[in-house]
């Protein structure tokens, strides 16, 4: 096969079929080349050839066909090319192109000449095939320089960047761009991403990008090759450009290596992020890595985002080739690669930075200069800080201001003067229930606790608002923390309190600022009250008829006392429902400072709905000088950025709520105001169509048809749910019943056993009395005869104890006399003393035995009856033997 030149000087498209040619009334008119071309396209057959178009990288060059021997079957010189077109992507002809093409012709035999213009079509296997070849002819026409005095040559390349997150689930995916505002990308965490980058080459004949082997990402800049990590490829093709080659590559952040990426950024910081991709070139020996650096700001997964600007993070990049071609192997014609160099890259060489020496990116976190500032962004809720201080004699006033209203129980004069200047924070809550009537609500508080436990439909909505409710505050920010679990509770509780009105998105918001000064039961019934003696639930009503009631009465309000704003929002086209929407329904509470918040609650829940009017029209007083100079965007950016910001400070606060009391409006208008957008709402009912009128009227009783379907079914759940439990119930008591009715049989029988038994027992005792009463009687007769005994007894005793005595005495003078006349005696004197010993011994015996029997008869008891007397009989018996035996041995002895 014949060689054409070094391909740095021309490009060769292989297996390309050539369709044929045909005459050209006009060079310039695409219709007629994309007719002729779809005919050529559909009558292609056995006359299509395959040929290597051959196409000059400037414009001096020569087009060639050549066919699959090597034969040069065409040429022309590529000046003589009038016009390039290439068939409709949505057509059958994608991969067709065609060329028209002007040369002279010889007519006649005088020479002279005329000109023909030709089509040639030619169809490729691929649609970027045809791209690429279209490319390269609009590069030679551009390409002027014949000469080349260097071997070096520069390529520009620019690289697009765009991250896409899913916003619908794992099985059915929705892929949304990601906002991006100054370079800085706005994503969620914990949602699944595709990060898709549009590499397209500006200048320099077009190099063949064969394709991208890997994407990689990793957290911050300056980065070194290994700290990079690898995602996984989904796509990796040409695009319908043939300049531009698309990758794209899914991004999974739950992943441990992009933590940082993963992570909620704080609110004045943007975290970096770089991008590689690494692309092999034909025409180029090795792979070149592009590299690109962004900023990005992690929010909350269900965060949404304020519609912005779509514009792109780019990228370019200067490539240097050189041509070194190895003259000992003529087929090696890659070009050498000498050097790749980004803007970013040639900014950093200014300043002086180099790559990362440390394991982690050194430069992680951003923080946000003048001109990316948040300014552009709301306030996040619960923002600011809330002053505790307050004068001692101040706060004396108000405590015995509370005590006498809780004695009381009626309002005081003075509370509406007070509140001018805010309540306490100390006292905030309190003095709240007491305003709203919500002290002592037992119903409520157990009604409260009832609900905790059913099921709630709008748990779902619930749940994906409570983290963007107050974001900024601290007890707010935890998810799953305290707050948000009493946060979710009152919500979730009211919805199913008022089943009308259910759950709306203002209501979080004001649940939040409740729950800061009170405990949640307490928050709840305040809640309640408000909602329904303040007549806030009127505009969460179905059709939020009252709400538009209140935007018709403002816009009024605005016409009257401040008509000049009024006249240029009304030529701006700003409605009142778009910057006043959250006003009504979250009480201010959404986008404002909390200092503020607390002040206009304080306000409201002292002089009722008519605050909001006061506020607004202050708001836009203050807001007049701005919102004259703006448009209709810079107003819409300025109620929701600008204005929240002026009252950052309680000295801004208080003069705000100042200025709103001072307007005296008059309330009476406010009616007046109503009872005309009643009549206009009348007549817009009356002038309208009356099918349309109707299909409303069937739409507002199909809705509340539905709501009280679906209140139905839930009480045909709950009645059959509690004929269930009731039938479970009367089951348990009729089990009970049988039980009881068992163990009363059981215990009767016991009881009349008991009541036979105490019978005989009492039978016994009777009998038993009766022994015992005849026993001490008897007792009691022996007892007598033995007191008598005794009595005798003591008077035998003494009687014979007297004598006694009297023989003692006598014996004693008889013994002095016998011891007298018998010592003189010798022999008697001995036998004397032994009788006076023995009859000494007997008397001490008898002494000793009636001192024993005195005992007795002192401690022995009258139970012992007729044995002890014989006893006491026996025993005097002995004594008197003892005692005449005692005298006849003292008259044995008398002379």
């Known amino acids: 096969m014949e060689e054409f030149g070094d391909f740095t000087e021309v490009t060769q498209f292989t297996n390309v079929q050539y369709l044929g040619c045909s005459q050209l009334v006009n060079n310039d008119n695409d219709n007629e080349m994309k007719a002729l071309m779809k005919v050529l396209d559909e009558q292609k057959g056995a006359q299509t050839v395959n040929v290597t178009l051959v196409v000059p990288h400037n414009i001096s060059g020569t087009v060639k066909l050549i066919d699959s021997q090597g034969k040069v079957l065409s040429s022309f010189s590529l000046v003589n090319i009038r016009f390039c077109i290439r068939g409709e992507s949505t057509t059958s002809q994608n991969n067709c192109f065609g060329i028209s093409f002007t040369h002279k012709i010889n007519v006649g035999d005088n020479n002279s000449s005329d000109i023909l213009h030709q089509c040639h079509v030619f169809r490729t296997s691929k649609a970027e095939t045809a791209a690429k070849a279209l490319y390269c002819f609009s590069y030679a026409f551009s390409n002027k320089n014949v000469s080349a005095v260097s071997n070096r040559m520069e390529f520009l390349f620019e690289s697009i960047l765009e991250i896409r997150e899913n916003d619908g689930t794992a099985d059915k995916p929705i892929w949304k761009l990601c906002p991006q505002h100054n370079g800085v990308f ?56 043939s300049a531009v080659f698309l990758i794209e590559a899914n991004w999974d952040p ?78 090696d014609r890659k070009l050498t690669f000498i050097s790749l160099e980004s803007d970013s890259d040639r900014k950093r060489s200014k300043q002086n930075l180099g790559k ?26 619960g923002s600011g800080k809330v002053s505790q201080e ?23 004069e003075k ?49 994906r608002d409570i983290h963007r409710t107050f974001p900024a505050h601290d007890y707010f920010k935890e998810s799953g923390g305290k707050g948000q679990e009493s946060l979710y ?61 209140r ?26 429902h778009m910057y006043a929407s959250q006003w009504f329904l979250t009480l201010f509470t959404a986008k404002f400072p909390l200092q503020m918040v607390f002040f206009i609650l304080d306000l409201f829940l002292s002089q009722g709905m008519n605050t909001i009017f006061h506020i607004s029209l202050a708001l836009l007083h203050d807001a007049k000088t701005d919102l004259l100079q703006l448009d209709f965007e810079g107003t819409l950016k300025y109620f929701r950025v600008s204005l929240p910001r002026k009252y950052r400070t309680e000295a801004a606060t208080k003069q705000l709520i100042h200025k709103a009391v001072k307007y005296r409006l008059n309330h009476s208008k406010l009616e007046v105001y109503e009872k005309e957008y009643k009549r206009i709402k009348e007549q817009e009912r009356e002038n309208e169509d009356p099918v349309l009128r109707m299909e409303k009227e069937i739409g507002r009783h199909l809705a509340n048809t539905l709501r009280l379907e679906r209140e139905n079914d839930d009480l045909a759940h709950e009645l059959v749910t509690s004929k269930i439990e009731l039938r479970r119930k009367l089951d348990v008591a009729e089990d009970q019943i049988e039980t009881s009715a068992n163990a009363i049989e059981r ?29 001490v009687l008897r007792l009691e007769e022996n007892g007598s005869r033995a007191e008598k005994l005794l009595a005798e007894y003591k008077k035998l005793f003494s009687e014979r104890s007297k004598r006694a005595e009297c023989e003692k005495e006598n014996f004693e003078v008889q013994k002095k006399a016998i011891v007298a006349r018998i010592s003189e005696c010798d022999k008697c004197w001995p036998s004397l003393e032994i009788d006076l010993a023995q009859t000494k011994l007997s008397l001490v015996e008898a002494e000793c035995r009636n001192q024993d029997l005195t005992h007795q008869l002192m401690a022995q008891s009258e139970s012992d009856g007729k044995k002890w007397f014989k006893k006491t009989i026996t025993q005097l018996k002995e004594v008197g033997s003892s005692l005449k035996h005692h005298e006849r041995s003292n008259s044995s002895v008398t002379p």
């Open 551 to 576: 935007f018709f009465q403002l816009t009024a309000l605005l016409k009257d006392y401040i008509p000049e704003l009024s006249h240029h929002l009304d030529h701006i086209g700003i409605e009142t």
């Open 356 to 381: 990362s020496p440390s394991r982690m990116p050194t430069q992680l976190l951003h923080p946000t200069g003048d001109d990316e500032s948040d300014c552009d962004e709301p306030l996040l809720s």
């Open 254 to 331: 739950r992943v441990h290596m992009f933590e940082v990426l993963n992570t909620e950024t704080p609110r004045d910081t943007r975290v970096f992020m770089t991008v590689a991709i690494d692309v092999i070139v034909t025409e180029i020996s090795e792979p070149i890595r592009f590299s690109m650096e962004a900023m990005s700001r992690v929010f909350h997964e269900h965060e949404r985002f304020y519609k912005t600007p779509q514009t792109v993070v780019s990228e370019e990049f200067t490539l240097v080739l050189e041509k070194n071609f190895d003259q000992a192997d003529p087929n």
């Open 489 to 549: 509770k009152i919500s979730k509780v009211y919805s199913l309190y008022d089943e009308e009105v259910s759950y709306c998105q203002g209501l979080s918001f004001l649940a939040a600022s409740l729950l800061l000064h009170m405990p949640e039961e307490q928050a709840f019934c305040t809640l309640v009250k408000i909602m329904f003696n303040y007549g806030l639930r009127d505009l969460f009503k179905l059709g939020f008829d009252n709400l538009h009631l």
């Open 415 to 463: 509370i509406s003067e007070l509140v001018l200047d805010g309540i306490p924070d100390k006292l905030r809550g309190h003095v709240w229930q007491l305003l709203a009537n919500a002290i002592d609500q037992p119903d409520l508080v157990e009604k409260y606790h009832n609900f905790l436990n059913q099921p709630c439909p709008s748990e779902q909505v619930i749940m």
């Open 186 to 241: 706005k994503v969620r965490r914990d949602r699944e991403k595709k990060i898709v980058v549009q590499l397209k080459q500006i200048e320099g004949f077009l190099l063949n990008i064969k394709k991208c082997f890997g994407m990689l990402l990793a957290a911050g800049r300056n980065l070194r090759h290994s700290d990079l990590q690898l995602l996984e490829m989904q796509r990796n093709e040409t695009g319908t450009d």
């Open 747 to 775: 215990l009767t029988r016991q009881n009349q056993d008991i009541l036979e038994e105490n019978k005989n027992l009492m039978r016994e005792y009777e009998q038993i009395k009766e022994m015992y009463r005849r026993d």
């Open 390 to 412: 307050c004068k001692e004699e101040h706060l004396e006033m108000w405590n015995s201001l509370i005590e006498n209203w809780d004695q009381q129980s009626d309002r005081p």
